[in-house]
């Protein structure tokens, strides 16, 4: 069965509206989908109608920011009620600090050589609620700054580049308890991309299924052959569920399409089963 579990619309940093991703993923052959985008809900309704129209089974997603030791780490939340109150409070708090951040951002670029960021940033979100260091990468690649948006990250926009503003995001157990809440299942994205000592990983791994987290990516566009390995071990040594999303965003800045990914190694158990 080919599932993908992460993925981002206009709605927040992704390229494609919720109906088009929808049409998108199933025209790749993917059976089980979820729409995840960062922080807001406001996509689910036509992802979730696009998709059961072509025959898709639909999970309602977003990935929320967190901060943990002082570093940004995303928690998806699947299966989520989208109109639970709380969830939705929750989300609205969590975008309220990013125009601000932005401006920041701008500022940053400026004295970096780069003026008119934010402003020209800004038409790039088709929400301006949710603009994000994406919507700044291709602006700078619009401008000829770099040659392509991995390029403007690489340079100046990755969690320690000149030009990023950390944000004080949730606190883990606060967007846990959101999601669960809302009766959904946490799970932690993309777990190679954090830059935590070993244990840190394991004080944080330890945090959130305290707190009642409950599943892990083990297969994600951001992990390479031998950290699907190494995070399908952390997933049996904590007893957490997989899951597995190629977290596209864009046809022309994404490495992995949607439903491309191979498959969850067998043994594991696949966080979609008490979804679907
Ligand atoms: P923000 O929510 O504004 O902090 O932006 C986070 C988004 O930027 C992520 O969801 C990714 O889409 C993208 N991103 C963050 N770090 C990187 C990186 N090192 N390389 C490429 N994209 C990144
Ligand atoms: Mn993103
Ligand atoms: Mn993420
Ligand atoms: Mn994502």
């Known amino acids: 069965m080919s599932v993908d579990l992460h993925c981002h619309s206009t709605v927040s940093d992704g390229v494609l509206t919720p109906d088009a991703i929808a049409r998108r993923a199933y025209g790749c052959g993917v059976q089980v989908w979820a729409l995840t985008d960062h922080d807001e809900l406001s996509g689910q309704l036509l992802a979730r109608d696009t998709a059961q129209a072509l025959g898709m089974r639909y999970v309602s997603g977003v990935e929320i920011s967190v901060t943990w030791a002082a570093r940004t780490v995303h928690i998806v939340g699947l299966g989520i009620d989208i109109q639970d109150q709380n969830l939705l409070d929750g989300l609205q708090q969590t975008r309220s600090g990013r125009a601000d951040r932005a401006r920041r951002i701008g500022a940053n670029l400026e004295r970096l050589g780069m003026p008119g960021a934010f402003e020209g940033a800004l038409p790039y979100a088709g929400n301006p609620e949710l603009i994000s260091r994406t919507h700044f990468a291709r602006y700078l690649v619009e401008k000829g700054y770099c040659p392509d948006v991995q390029t403007v990250f690489d340079r100046y926009l990755s969690d320690d580049g000149p030009a990023h503003e950390p944000m004080r995001w949730a606190k883990l157990e606060t967007a846990v308890s959101w999601i669960r809440s809302a009766g959904g299942i946490a799970v932690i994205a993309h777990p190679g991309r954090y830059h935590y000592t070993e244990l840190e990983f394991g004080a944080?791994?330890?945090?959130?299924?305290?707190?009642?987290?409950?599943?892990?990516?083990?297969?994600?566009?951001?992990?390479?052959?031998?950290?699907?390995?190494?995070?399908a071990q952390v997933a049996r040594d904590y007893g957490f569920m997989a899951s597995c999303g190629s977290d596209f965003h864009s046809p022309t800045e994404s490495r992995h399409d949607l439903g491309s990914l191979p498959p969850l190694p067998d043994d594991l158990k696949p966080v979609w089963k008490s979804l679907i």
């Open 204 to 231: 944080f791994f330890d945090a959130f299924k305290d707190c009642g987290g409950l599943g892990i990516e083990v297969i994600t566009g951001s992990h390479s052959t031998v950290q699907f390995s190494h995070y």
